[in-house]
């Protein structure tokens, strides 16, 4: 019976963001439009989220008995320039200062994501990543960091799904400033791009011994009637247009937007030390649904794009796929040949068992890959905790860590979580515990 062990040095983790964690980050744009009427599913609003805020040191100290070994967390830009590009708020300095001196003193790695989709309101009232010249500001910040944190930051995620952050905010319209607009939503990619590259450059200046990193959001897109050439084709151009031009973009420096334009950036090419990938999900195309994206015509609706109809969905509506995990490592790997960590990757469910399955499957296709001479380094499963999910707000619990929102954000660790616990001390786990595949067909 064989054994699925990981390196000595393969990191486990998980994963979890400010604004979704955090509580009380009053002054950025979701705090602004989770305030509107019918933005968020049940009327949910961050709040206090899970006061995350307040009580790191007790959270750390659960990843800890939990033998995580890392951490992606983010930083919010709002608390440092709260009201203005130059007003810095001191306590937010200290804080996340106490937050990396408590991950350090569990020894457990921080990655640090500067930007994971929350930005100040100034700085959204400025148009945001829509105009190139904003970017600026956040470079900014981002020099900041490197001078404030550098000497205790080695793991920098740049920008955080700059593909998901694009279409849902300005085609699927999820997302504030929740515009339907293509053009305007390449434009934001390509700025996003752009202020990665540049981001790339100035940590690196700062410390050419960090590693710095950016995070893309790779669903796998399939044709929804198999055999249809249309469908087919539906799905790589939905890949191209989700997946491809940010790849590309990424390898060679060129962003290409076929019949829109063409631009090339040195600074951009090669500007990764390693790819954080996220993955969670696969999607069915078909020319239906590309043109009614493409054209935002009708309402893009997200959620036509990823059923047959046949499977299980979790909270978030999604579907499982484990060997797409595979195929996107494959694929970076080819594109790439560069280091990869798993910098999300993670189910929203009740159901504590197929979170189990979950994890070990989508495990068992990271350990194929590493067999494969693929680099992968690291995996962080999302969440630690269950938090705010942006626009379907609490609803979908993705945590290793319950939170009773009820009562007072009570923690409780969840049997999954132990289950990974025990995969991480082992470092690995036996075939046989591979039994109950059943889970992903419908209940
Ligand atoms: C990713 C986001 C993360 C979380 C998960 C479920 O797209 O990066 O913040 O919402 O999905």
Redesign the pocket.
Known sequence: MPFFRFPSNFLFGA?S?AH?VEGNNIHNQWWAFEQEKGRIKNGDASGLACDHYHRYAEDFALLKSMNHEAHRLSFEWSRFFPESPTKLNGEAVQHYHRVLDALRSHDIEPFVTTL??TIPQWFAALGGFEKEENVRHYLDFVRFLADEYGHKVRFWCTI??PN?YASFSYIIGEYPPAKKNVRLALKVLANLLKAHGRAYRILKESRPESQVGI?V?LPVFAPLRKGSWLDNLAARVADWMFNGITLEALKTGKIHFPAAWREQHDYLRDSNDFIGL?Y?VRMFASPKHALATALNILHADVGAFQRTGAERLTQ?GWTVYAKGMYRCLKRLHKKFDLPMYIT?N?I?TDDDEWRKVFIRKHLRQVHKAIGKGMDVRGYFY??SMDNF??SYGFE?R?GLIHVDYADDCKRTVRDSAWYYADIIAKRGFWQDETAKESSETVK
């Open positions: 994963s963001s979704q994971h989709f955080n799904e998901i995070v959001h996220n969670y978030s999300e993670g929203a999302w969440s999910e942006w979908p993705f």
